[in-house]
């Protein structure tokens, strides 16, 4: 039997996402919790990268992680070998989380022992940017066989994160990507973007993301 | 000076887009032009093997491509260097298209000369997949690197597609992407699905692919 539950979240009812996800940053504020909300496109290593960063933290901080999808539990899976605790979040087709869906998902989680939450969000370099999920701060992955031209055709998505994780470094000598190019995109969309070349399969910068949260998360719960 | 327009798409005022999409269908097959609506996650390589495809056909058929982008140039201007007709389309943040849209984008191209017309979609696997775009067939494809669980966690996009093309295999040493897994999960939700691994960057494979399009271009014209 899996350690893990699968909750189908429900569409919201709010009409106004931004009033409620700030509803929602003021409760996590007086918890002490600090919400992280992840996201990619399909397959740029955000389980994988997750794994990696909660072995590095979970002796110091109290971790919690969501896993959203529209179907399926692999990534619910995956967390749980780390040993933190972990929900699956099913949407029902939406290709998205607001900030509602996402109260839904903390409470399933439970967060009286979390320090950090973790959101990873739907796949999807899109929808979700148009969503405040009333996290504390958004970190995305770019993943080098995407290519270094996505913050053009995606800048929503590049303007709204704090942190860029550019991942599968490893593999830079078969693609084409130029990473000075990318950075230079990303610059012009958020020039105070914290941007950390890693990767996952091998845990390479990993430790600077770790880092990056360590901060956050002290510096939100003083 | 390019040679391509960009079209400001408009979001569609019909409310039964699948009533919509039958009757493009209609009219593309008065036309006799074979519509295409070619979709993936961003960076999978849609621009790449389209450029590949559009090389092994543009000397038998009249080809026109549409390429949805919420913002940026780059794959049309990429499409134009193949030297057949092209058009940018801009969705407005819309994160996909439906067949009104579609309409648009074609009366934008101009089909007269065109006997296959080809959507390259917005680079999404969750909304794409929820809406009709009116095409007669719907191509998509899966990256390597993406991995092979993708049919799970996206079902609809791979149960609604007829063609799937697995890209990058020149990097299948460089991830652990099990080949036998993600055909036998596509199977389960779609048993016919014509499943074409190729590599865009070499054009491995895409000879199949094109055939493929040559004798539906066929069918659709007869």
Not at 58 to 64: L, N, R
Not at 86 to 94: C, F, K, R, S
Request: contains cysteine.
């Amino acid at each position: 039997m899996e350690g893990y539950r699968i909750l189908e979240i429900k569409e919201s009812v709010f009409a106004d996402n931004d009033r409620d996800a700030e509803l929602l940053r003021q409760e996590l504020k007086e918890k002490k919790v600090f919400l992280l909300n992840l996201m990619s496109s399909p397959g740029a290593g955000k389980t994988s990268t997750l794994k990696k960063t909660i072995a590095l933290l979970k002796d110091e901080i109290g971790i919690g992680v969501m896993e959203a999808d529209i179907d399926s539990d692999v990534d619910a899976a995956a967390i749980e070998k780390t040993g933190v605790k972990v929900i699956q979040l099913h949407t029902g087709g939406m290709c998205h989380l607001d900030a509602d869906m996402t109260r839904q998902g903390l409470r399933g989680l439970g967060t009286d022992d979390v320090e950090l939450a973790i959101l990873e969000n739907v796949g999807n370099l899109v929808c979700p940017a148009e969503f405040d999920t009333g996290s504390v701060k958004n970190a995305m992955i770019l993943s080098v066989p995407e290519g270094h031209d996505k913050p053009l055709k995606y800048p929503l998505m590049f303007s709204i994160c704090d942190v860029l994780l550019i991942n599968k470094i490893d593999v830079l000598p078969y693609f084409d990507f130029d990473m000075d190019k990318c950075v230079e995109y990303v610059r012009r969309l958020k020039p105070e973007m914290k941007i950390i070349p890693i990767c996952a399969k091998t845990g390479e910068g990993v430790e600077e993301f770790a880092q990056w949260l360590r901060d956050e998360v002290a510096a939100w719960r003083k």
